[in-house]
């Protein structure tokens, strides 16, 4: 796994839907005792993880939720208002139990690993030079892959990495076009001479890596991160191990957003929990044709959105579950 080629060519060939399973739910969701659609989006969901589980019951006994961190060399653009060092101190806060994504896990019944990849050496400053080698892009991808456990009922993806959304604003303009004043936004809080930098370091990246925009894993190397690198390895490791995936705003989309370039209904077996409030994320959510869960405003990252969403995916089970039939319950269907 540490050869692009080999990475693209697994691409290329992932495992497909069980449609049998999705249909052996709709067929149960049919007869439950509700006017048949009445439950909404919590219906599909439960189609969603059967088709992925490869399953006509699913489970929800092992949630786990994966944070990334990386550092980036773009931050000496002065991109951000905080500095590179934040990454590995809230790492350290994860830790200790003291973050968001800390509480939220625990009500969502999740266990959290935090995997920090070579926090001390940021990735190539891509207004300079690509942000990462082939090889270096593999190893990340990689480290990703191997993080995700087969077994894993559902995983939920985040991040955590200084200057991560001028990556994600810089790598969606590189997969589906536009300029960086089109993607960027003010990130952890950055005035407005900090974002005119943002948006010009965003246009050098698109600038000098012109050339290796057409090809996703190419752009993901040239402009993307570690962390980044790494969802995209999960993802791609969920979907060879069935495992359902909740993807987090704006820089884990834009993570796992290569696959959808480089394979039609790659990202079928992931859902976008969360609407960021990061002014990139509706417009990648409009070029991936996806939907999130919900929208409350949040931008935190750290799958903080991603958990959150993992109490409507357990309803949603629980419904498909649970519920009584029409006949079970001895009440009248319609005529």
């Given at each position: 796994?540490?050869?692009?080629?080999?990475?693209?060519?697994?691409?290329?060939?992932?495992?497909?839907?069980?449609?049998?399973?999705?249909?052996?739910?709709?067929?149960?969701?049919?007869?439950?005792?509700?006017?048949?659609?009445?439950?909404?989006?919590?219906?599909?969901?439960?189609?969603?993880?059967?088709?992925?589980?490869?399953?006509?019951?699913?489970?929800?006994?092992?949630?786990?939720?994966?944070?990334?961190?990386?550092?980036?060399?773009?931050?000496?653009?002065?991109v951000?208002?905080?500095?590179?060092?934040?990454?590995?101190?809230?790492?350290?806060?994860?830790?200790?139990?003291?973050?968001a994504i800390n509480?939220?896990?625990?009500?969502?019944?999740?266990?959290?690993?935090?995997?920090?990849?070579?926090?001390?050496?940021?990735?190539?400053?891509?207004?300079?030079?690509?942000?990462?080698?082939?090889?270096?892009?593999?190893?990340?991808?990689?480290?990703?892959?191997?993080?995700?456990?087969?077994?894993?009922?559902?995983?939920?993806?985040?991040?955590?990495?200084?200057?991560?959304?001028?990556?994600?604003?810089?790598?969606?303009?590189?997969?589906?076009?536009?300029?960086?004043?089109?993607?960027?936004?003010?990130?952890?809080?950055?005035?407005?001479?900090?974002?005119?930098?943002?948006?010009?370091?965003?246009?050098?990246?698109?600038?000098?890596?012109?050339?290796?925009?057409?090809?996703?894993?190419?752009?993901?190397?040239?402009?993307?991160?570690?962390?980044?690198?790494?969802?995209?390895?999960?993802?791609?490791?969920?979907?060879?191990?069935?495992?359902p995936?909740?993807?987090?705003?704006?820089?884990?989309?834009?993570?796992a957003?290569?696959?959808?370039?480089?394979?039609?209904?790659?990202?079928?077996?992931?859902?976008?929990?969360?609407?960021?409030?990061?002014?990139?994320?509706?417009?990648?959510?409009?070029?991936?044709?996806?939907?999130p869960?919900?929208?409350?405003?949040?931008?935190?990252?750290?799958?903080?959105?991603?958990?959150?969403?993992?109490?409507?995916?357990?309803?949603?089970?629980?419904?498909?579950?649970?519920?009584?039939?029409?006949?079970?319950?001895?009440?009248?269907?319609?005529?």
């Amino acid at each position: 796994m540490t050869d692009v080629a080999r990475l693209r060519e697994l691409c290329l060939n992932l495992p497909t839907a069980d449609e049998a399973a999705a249909t052996a739910v709709r067929s149960r969701q049919a007869v439950l005792t509700k006017p048949q659609g009445s439950l909404g989006r919590l219906e599909d969901i439960a189609a969603w993880l059967a088709r992925w589980q490869r399953r006509a019951m699913p489970r929800l006994d092992q949630v786990e939720i994966l944070v990334f961190a990386g550092n980036h060399g773009v931050v000496g653009q002065g991109v951000s208002p905080y500095p590179a060092a934040v990454t590995a101190q809230m790492v350290g806060n994860y830790a200790a139990g003291g973050a968001a994504i800390n509480q939220i896990a625990r009500v969502a019944g999740a266990s959290l690993r935090v995997v920090p990849l070579m926090l001390d050496t940021p990735t190539g400053d891509f207004t300079q030079t690509a942000a990462m080698t082939p090889e270096s892009f593999a190893t990340a991808m990689t480290a990703g892959f191997d993080a995700v456990r087969a077994g894993t009922d559902l995983l939920c993806l985040g991040e955590m990495g200084i200057g991560n959304t001028t990556v994600a604003a810089a790598l969606a303009a590189g997969l589906f076009g536009g300029a960086g004043a089109d993607w960027a936004g003010r990130g952890t809080g950055i005035d407005d001479a900090g974002l005119a930098r943002k948006i010009a370091a965003i246009d050098q990246g698109l600038a000098r890596h012109r050339a290796a925009l057409d090809d996703p894993l190419a752009a993901a190397a040239c402009l993307g991160g570690r962390e980044l690198a790494a969802i995209l390895g999960a993802v791609i490791a969920a979907r060879v191990h069935h495992v359902p995936v909740l993807l987090d705003g704006f820089v884990c989309s834009a993570a796992a957003a290569p696959l959808a370039r480089l394979l039609p209904g790659g990202l079928d077996h992931t859902m976008i929990a969360h609407a960021s409030a990061e002014a990139g994320h509706r417009r990648l959510l409009a070029a991936l044709g996806m939907t999130p869960l919900l929208d409350l405003g949040m931008r935190l990252g750290e799958a903080s959105g991603a958990a959150l969403a993992v109490p409507i995916v357990r309803a949603a089970l629980a419904c498909h579950q649970g519920m009584a039939s029409f006949a079970e319950a001895g009440v009248s269907d319609r005529a």
